[in-house]
């Protein structure tokens, strides 16, 4: 092994394990967001961050173990979260023009905070 391949290989290792460490202190954040949101819109865009951090998470462990096989289950997964993230935009979308009180009582929060703000 020449001195390049050595440091390469310890440079991949670091910058895994920084990834990793990143993408923690990220996944807490989120799951911080998704619990105390304060809407539901705010809930279903922290979920499909959830999902970016998990695809985040699955190729640096295809990374650090050299088994690239996760890569394509990272792709994958990002295809389903993106169609969850789709039905609940439609979920949503549907509670609002079904004039569902919870949404319109949300709304309407959101919009005295915004005006509160301005």
Same mark, same amino acid.
């Given at each position: 092994?020449?001195?390049?391949?050595?440091?390469?290989?310890?440079?991949?290792?670091?910058?895994?394990? !920084? +990834?990793?460490? $990143?993408?923690? =202190?990220? &996944? @807490?954040?989120? %799951?911080?967001?998704?619990?105390?949101?304060?809407?539901?819109?705010?809930?279903?865009?922290?979920?499909?961050?959830?999902?970016?951090?998990?695809?985040?998470?699955?190729?640096?462990?295809?990374?650090?173990?050299?088994?690239?096989?996760?890569?394509? !289950? +990272?792709?994958? $997964?990002?295809? =389903?979260? &993106? @169609?969850?993230? %789709?039905?609940?935009?439609?979920?949503?979308?549907?509670?609002?023009?079904?004039?569902?009180?919870?949404?319109?009582?949300?709304?309407?929060?959101?919009?005295?905070?915004?005006?509160?703000?301005?």
């Amino acid at each position: 092994m020449t001195a390049f391949e050595s440091f390469a290989a310890r440079f991949l290792d670091a910058s895994v394990t !920084i +990834a990793l460490g $990143l993408l923690t =202190v990220a &996944f @807490l954040i989120i %799951v911080y967001r998704t619990v105390k949101g304060p809407s539901l819109p705010d809930r279903v865009v922290a979920l499909d961050m959830l999902v970016a951090v998990g695809i985040g998470f699955i190729a640096a462990i295809g990374v650090f173990t050299g088994y690239y096989l996760y890569i394509d !289950i +990272a792709i994958t $997964l990002g295809l =389903v979260g &993106f @169609l969850a993230t %789709v039905a609940f935009a439609r979920f949503v979308l549907n509670r609002g023009l079904a004039g569902d009180k919870t949404i319109m009582d949300e709304v309407e929060d959101s919009i005295r905070r915004r005006e509160a703000g301005q």
